[in-house]
């Protein structure tokens, strides 16, 4: 493994944000931990490559999204990072708990946080502003 710097932290990231643009979700997977924790926006704390796979399936199923003006920030350690980024989406298919799917766009900003372990990303965590995306699909957001 790498020693953490930041210039390997913005190259993992930007690598990070490349493959899931490009719909290589194996070469994203391959930039994780075993072990990576991944915060989901609104939601529990998974842990493991494995899940990570799952939750990316899930969202390939019933999400399509590309990101654009991705800005990254990484700490002077190169251990941590930050992203910021418009989405671009279209709702596939009905996720659960969520409102049904019939095509709906979407374009709204989200961010991320990174923890690093020399070259790989260790702990994922994804923001972004649920009652937003709610109202353009068409759901009044609650309150």
């Known amino acids: 493994m790498l020693e953490s710097n930041p210039a390997t932290a913005m190259a993992v990231i930007t690598a990070y944000y490349g493959h899931f643009n490009g719909g290589d979700r194996e070469a994203l997977l391959a930039l994780l931990t075993e072990d990576v924790a991944h915060d989901i926006n609104q939601g529990?704390?998974?842990?493991g490559r494995p899940a990570?796979?799952?939750?990316?399936?899930?969202?390939?199923?019933?999400?399509?999204?590309?990101?654009?003006?991705?800005?990254?920030?990484?700490s002077a350690d190169g251990r941590h990072g930050a992203a910021e980024y418009i989405v671009h989406g279209t709702y596939l298919v009905a996720d659960?708990?969520?409102p049904p799917a019939h095509g709906q766009t979407y374009v709204l900003p989200g961010g991320a946080f990174f923890a690093l372990e020399g070259d790989r990303i260790a702990r994922v965590t994804n923001?972004?502003?649920l009652n937003d995306?709610?109202?353009?699909v068409g759901v009044p957001a609650p309150g």
């Open 52 to 74: 990570f796979r799952a939750f990316l399936g899930r969202m390939d199923r019933c999400y399509r999204e590309q990101l654009t003006n991705i800005r990254i920030s990484v």
């Open 127 to 129: 923001c972004y502003n």
């Open 133 to 136: 995306w709610l109202r353009q």
């Open 96 to 98: 659960e708990g969520l």
């Open 44 to 47: 529990d704390r998974e842990t």
